[in-house]
Nanobody, 126 residues
Framework: QVQLVESGGGLVQAGDSLRLSCDASGLTFSRYSMAWFRQAPGKERTFVAVISWNPVSTRYVDSVKGRFTVSRDNAKNTLYLQMNSLKPEDTAVYYC???????????????????WGQGTQVTVSS
């Protein structure tokens, strides 16, 4: 049984930092591309960042480039998202997701991913 469990969310002020974690179990973590998505109230779930299985390559949505860093520790089966210079518009529930390393689907689309966590709330006050 695959489980992805996010943690590290919270209430912070604009300009602060947070580090999200996603602990994976029940899958061969190193054979999955891992991503972060977020969903703001009343909006669709959108792509934030992805890291390849190796982990050689990363990709970010433009709005977080230079502020967020995605990383992973394959020995610990854990995915991270370091979020700096947080803005109120970053407020959302953040989800981690896993897709097989050889998936052909676009990694910025939620439909590409097989497994999802339950989400962790990030709230940034102005």
């Amino acid at each position: 049984q695959v489980q992805l469990v996010e943690s590290g969310g919270g209430l912070v002020q604009a300009g602060d930092s947070l580090r999200l974690s996603c602990d994976a179990s029940g899958l061969t973590f190193s054979r999955y591309s891992m991503a972060w998505f977020r969903q703001a109230p009343g909006k669709e779930r959108t792509f934030v960042a992805v890291i390849s299985w190796n982990p050689v390559s990363t990709r970010y949505v433009d709005s977080v480039k230079g502020r967020f860093t995605v990383s992973r520790d394959n020995a610990k089966n854990t995915l991270y998202l370091q979020m700096n210079s947080l803005k109120p518009e970053d407020t959302a529930v953040y989800y981690c997701a896993a897709a097989p390393y050889n998936t052909r689907g676009p990694l910025y689309l939620s439909g590409t991913y097989n497994y999802w966590g339950q989400g962790t709330q990030v709230t940034v006050s102005s």
